[in-house]
């Protein structure tokens, strides 16, 4: 049998990613969405947390999906989620608004979920040279996606007017429903092409000219039963959800908090691409270096990054704010890319899949928590107290990292 080329899996898994990078772009899509459909902003906003949800259950079901019946199955099926989640949003009226939850949330959503992690899953067992560098190309991709779609989607869907008598309409464009389902019938066909070439390699499989240590030869490779027993699961659990407060708490104010801070609605919206720009960067160069420097150097490294940024937040105004908000953005991408690649390598690739998803509960209760305590604190407008907190969170991650084993070193049960 011949064996295919392994970049053509991994070019292939990058624009699955690429497509599915949508999931943090609802910013864009809530004011229009919001005034086409007549529905509030507090309503349409918490799309954003029902669809991040929903990506991390994806993650978990298609990274056990894809152990049990392979990626290109697992791949396909998520991309049609997608796509049909897309499709059905662009048909939803103002007669019934609280349908987006269900479309574009939980269909889209748990297709986006589905695709990122068996995407990533394959990727990785094709190269057990550069896993590092091949776990970043594939997240890298993901987070260029807002970089494309931000300015796309604001030209298709329109701009936000508010009339006369205070209602708000849409001014120029396609309109919400045409983007919808443009955009869900392009990722239906490019997802759907593109998960046919994602395939497992055969086993044993070795890249030309690589020849593995022997404690990497004959690594054990642990279930998600197993996992679970370890104290290396929960250390990489708790220090990712530890380590992304700062983004998740920034991400659905990012416009508003930039407006209090100097920034005019152009520079504002142009923010938003440059954090897609540097949390691609994080995905694509933190994982490479920490192929080069070990990945719980690169996990500190991170950490050190938000909670600095983190910090200066809470003074920063102008040019300032946007250069924290790029480091918050990097090292969210880093994690992203980093955390999989330690998964990997301290449980192994055969279950690699559900294992990763299981350590993603991390970032689902990070995302959903952290929003949470943050509105809380920030009941009188100030967001001081918020990053005040997300930084000594990261505090909590870097002696957490520390407390890992290197993925060289056996991971004991219970000890």
Known sequence: MKTKNRYTILTAGMIIQF?????????????????HLNWDAGSAALTSSVMLAMFVIGIILGGWAQDKLGPMKVTLTGSILLGVGMICTSFITGNAP?????????????????????????????????RGFASGMIVCAFGLSLVAFVPLAETML???VKNDDGVFSLSGGIGVPNTFLIFGIGFLIICGICSLLIQNPLVGYLPKGYTPVQAAN???????????????????????????????????????????RGLSSGIASLGIMFTGISSASGRLTVSWTSDKIGRKTAMVAIAVI???ASLVMT????????????????????????????????????????????VMIGFGVSALVSQNISKSLTAGGSY???????????????????????????????K
């Open 19 to 35: 497509c599915a990078g949508i999931i943090y772009g609802w910013s864009v899509f809530r004011g229009p969405v919001a005034a």
């Open 98 to 130: 609280w349908l987006v939850y269900i479309t574009y949330g939980c269909v889209a959503g748990l297709g986006v979920g589905t695709v990122y992690m068996s995407t990533i899953a394959a990727v990785q067992k094709w190269f057990p040279d550069k």
């Open 158 to 160: 329109g701009k936000v």
């Open 218 to 260: 004959t690594k054990r490779q642990y279930s998600p039963k197993e996992i679970i027993k370890t104290k290396q699961f929960y250390l990489l659990v708790f220090a990712l959800l530890f380590t992304l407060p700062a983004y998740f708490i920034l991400n659905p104010v990012f416009k508003s908090l930039g407006a209090d």
């Open 306 to 308: 938000i909670l600095s």
């Open 315 to 358: 003074v920063a105004k102008g040019v300032l704010f946007l250069i924290c908000i790029m480091l918050i953005s990097f090292g969210f991408g880093g994690a992203a890319s980093v955390y999989s690649t330690m998964t990997a390598e301290s449980f192994g690739t055969k279950y690699g899949g559900l294992n990763f998803g299981l």
């Open 384 to 414: 001081t107290s918020s990053f005040v907190l997300a930084a000594a969170t990261c505090v909590i991650a870097i002696v957490l990292v520390l407390l890992m084993k290197n993925p060289s070193k056996s991971i004991e049960k219970n």
